[in-house]
């Protein structure tokens, strides 16, 4: 029977991160994954993480996988992939199904390399670290079991990981960070979402990422839920309704959409039965997201030499996963000999200042559940943004990161208390200010000059930032937004500025496109609009889209774009006359 | 926890959605199961070995979290209060013939990255 230090069960961020800690202090690590890839949720994740930069903050989910994979493998880190774990039994032993490679007998067939067939394979380790992350929930409703219900995640899976478009037309139940985040890469792959639905009252995820969906014209529909998924084969169509405090259907609510898919992202359970069967003490209240181990600080279970961390003792994300799992790392280090106790203890405390960090805010642990009226600086929050998606125009002058000045200045639409800075760090003309408690809004900083280089646009991890000049010229504006579609662009284009709603309000010109390495592939767009649009165009969509081919914006906003283009004179989008059409069009569009 | 078994659950009405399939891999109903804890499975081991939910292919992976809220509404309980299911090897389905396949790992062998093994007999 093989031997080692420690065994990590799941090679995602907290396995990783507690591999990599071990290994410096010269331990033979042995990592099992059961996929093909390591990474866990990592490498589905396209989008740039918040928090701070010891968090890692505004890098790509997958590219934060890449950094770790190289550490662990410059760190010793054995990883052995297609290596599924069934069992831990007594005294630490770990039964785990992998592959076995014969080599051809003598390499005479070149058609026949070689062979693999798969294997049981027992191990030992003086400690195992649990970090078999999650599985996702689901709900029943009539369909249910219909081809084209999916997990959100999975739908990532399809999209992210193997290039393929999961359907045509999709409708996502919840509204939490993975379905604001996975509608939004269904519309990046080419998708249409025809709908973001939820039971609860408000919307369960960051404002920021509500709104980035929201300004693609995706329509919130809260206090809904699925009442039926409609097909044979496969998915044809879905009804929602509206449901009472008691979460029953409301009668003569229901809408239909015809979709081929519809994505389930209403939580995620902790895959904790390795443990269980360990002979883990667990904790079944439910606090943890399900089933989870008891665990101290550093992840050490009830039976000795048994650690976890990560989604599988307690659902957070993969910023807390990576913390949780080096904290359980030194602790292990300690704990077999690897590491004195003060040196081990020094390292531990940083880390744990780190992850409280973390938990602050408005979605922190403590904060679940809670009635939330006032950010911390005492602004009332906007409640448009809870219930729709977006914040509305009466509301957003109050934040501090939105104010008027002559010139381009930026201004940041960032409104609920997260751990989040990256702004701050990005502004070398130090225009934006957070302050040491990472989650305060961003403010303007007061006789600070913005230069237009863009960087806070292309850093900030919720596309929440805009550059805006409310007056180039006679009747002008020009707003710079973040832009993450393909194809982009290019400067001369015509279109339409979009309100954060995402209803066309101007005619809109493209007069730059910026990329760069530095903005890591956010491209950033430069749109003239009239001047009384400067707050409020916040996205753009090309003529196609507002008008032709099968586009989301073409099948639920036509009307709208028939009234901006019927509506609009001239050739410049923003010479005073249209700027009061626009003013009437806006009107139409609101109704 | 001890099973209160004296509990008495009134007859089972039928319910929107009884015939709705819960375990899909076994093909288990919410009626099924609605009607099992009236027939005295007031356990979710006792649910599993009396309808087989959540011992197919997922072992329960999809299933567990909706069986034990239709156990615990049915019980009037919360589904916490009810005691999970054992937890068993193998975690995952796996055939006979790999089950049976047990293999050495050499002490000192290097892990390769694709697949794993590199010099394990078997
Ligand atoms: C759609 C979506 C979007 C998200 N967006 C963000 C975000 O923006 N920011 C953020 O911080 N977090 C985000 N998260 C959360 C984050 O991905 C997870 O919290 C994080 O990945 C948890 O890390 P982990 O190491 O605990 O588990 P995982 O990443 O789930 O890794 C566990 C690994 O263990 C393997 N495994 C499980 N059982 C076994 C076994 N028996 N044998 C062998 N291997 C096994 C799994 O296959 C997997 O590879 C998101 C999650 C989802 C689903
Ligand atoms: S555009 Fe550049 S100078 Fe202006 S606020 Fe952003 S980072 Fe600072
Ligand atoms: S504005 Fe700043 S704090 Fe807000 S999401 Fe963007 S980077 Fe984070």
Redesign the pocket.
Known sequence: MKRVDLIV???????LSAAIEAAKTGMSVLV????AR?????F??I?K??GSKEHKAKIR?FVIGQQLLKEAEDAGVQVSLE????GIYPEREVVVRKYVETPAADGTDPQEPSSRHEAVFHYKADAILV????SENMVMFDGWTLPGVMG??AA?TLMNLHGVRPGKRVLMLGSG??GL??SFQLLQAGCQVAALVDAAPKIGGYGVHAAKVARCGVPFYLSHTIKKVEGTNHVTGVTIAEVDSHFQFIPGTEKHFDVDTVCV?VG?SP?SQ?LKMAGCEMDNSGKGGGQIPVVDAAGQTSVPGIFA????AG???????MIE?RMAGIRIAEYLGYETKEAGEAEFSKEEASLEGLRQGMFAPQNRGMKIEKTEEGIPISTNLLKHGFVADDEIGRFPGVTHKAGIHPVMECTQNIPCNPCQDACAKHCIHIGLNITALPAVEEGSTCIGCGMCVASCSGQAIFLVNEHTKEGCAEVTLPYEFLPLPKAGDEGFGMSRSGKPVCRAKVVKVRTSKAFDHTALLTIEVPEDMAMKARFYRSRLECTGGDSVIAQSRIKGAEVSQNGATGDRPCESKAAAESEKREEGAAI | MRTDRSKDLGPCLPMEGDDRIVCRCEEVTQGEIRQAVHDGMFTMTEIRRYLRCGMGLCQGQTCSRLVSGIVARELGIRPGELRPASSRAP??PLEMSIWANECQAPDGAAETKKGGAGDEKC
């Open positions: 069960i799941g090679a995602g961020p907290s396995g099992f994954d059961e996929n390591p990474g866990g949720q990592l589905k994740q989008h993480f918040f989910g290596s599924t774990v069934i970090a078999t992350g999650a959100a995640g990532q960070n993975v985040v996975v992202a995620l895959m390795l961390a990560g989604d599988v659902i957070e994300e993969a910023s807390s996963a799992g | 975690m995952r």
